[in-house]
């Protein structure tokens, strides 16, 4: 079965600061992989995936993650980030083997401040 | 442009009172999806239809139910709602397999049960 570990919990970061948001899956098949951001009292949003092809996938709001295989990770970084980033991010998987359903990690919670 | 609506946003049920929750979308997506996010966890999904077919997790209650009735529209019906079914419940929807189209999020229903 496939799983999805958040290694963070919490991200405290500076606005202009650069932030890394790490994920690592496990899964014995090929997989996708997505990236999906919640602002408070909203829903999920997707801010980008990797299906396949080129291992660094920009997304939106200024986002990019790398897929590296041998490390099984799609970490997430942004150069320098807002206060408009203050959210929680979700990494999730999804494989044939689960029918294409989503797994989400834990998330992480990342607050900007001034 | 609302695109996957949630009704209500916060509702309050008491102790195995019957409750439903509803979605509706505006997208014309073949899949619609329930996911059930407990506080500081992640989205777990509790079935899904795939047009009319509708596919039941293995670990979900028999306390949860679904209905279709149409493209638009789709309910989650929990039959006598227990103090651990506080969360806050996502519909979802997306173009054929979830994978290779986009999951689209309405904001959440928030259930409290007291």
């Known amino acids: 079965a496939q799983s999805v570990t958040q290694l963070d919990s919490q991200v405290p970061v500076f606005e202009e600061a650069p932030v890394e948001l790490r994920c690592n899956y496990s899964?014995?098949?090929?997989?996708?992989l997505f990236w999906y951001v919640q602002y408070p009292n909203q829903g999920l949003q997707l801010l980008l995936k990797?299906?396949?092809?080129?291992?660094l996938v920009k997304g939106i709001n200024g986002f990019e993650a790398e897929f590296n295989k041998s490390q099984t990770s799609f970490h997430l970084r942004k150069p320098s980030v807002h206060i408009s980033d203050t959210a929680e991010y979700f990494c999730?998987?999804?494989?044939?083997?689960?029918?294409?359903?989503?797994?989400f990690g834990a998330g992480t919670t990342v607050t900007v401040r001034a | 442009d609302a695109m996957v609506i949630q009704n209500p946003r916060y509702q309050v049920t008491q102790f195995g009172k019957p409750v439903t929750l509803s979605c509706s979308q505006t997208?014309?997506?073949?899949?619609m999806y329930w996911y059930q996010q407990k506080s500081s966890q992640a989205p777990k999904l509790l079935f899904h239809?795939?047009?009319?077919?509708?596919?039941n997790e293995a670990d979900t209650p028999d306390n949860f139910q679904s209905r279709r009735p149409n493209t638009s529209f789709c309910f989650l019906d929990i039959r006598s709602p227990g103090l651990g079914d506080a969360a806050m419940y996502l519909c979802?929807?997306?173009?054929?397999?979830?994978?290779?189209?986009?999951?689209?999020f309405g904001p959440g229903t928030r259930l409290t049960v007291t």
């Open positions: 979802a929807t997306s173009r054929g397999e979830a994978a290779l189209n986009e999951q689209y």
């Open positions: 990797y299906l396949s092809g080129s291992t």
């Open positions: 899964s014995s098949v090929s997989v996708y």
């Open positions: 239809y795939y047009d009319k077919d509708f596919n």
């Open positions: 997208l014309n997506h073949n899949v």
């Open positions: 999730a998987v999804s494989d044939k083997r689960n029918d294409y359903k989503l797994s």
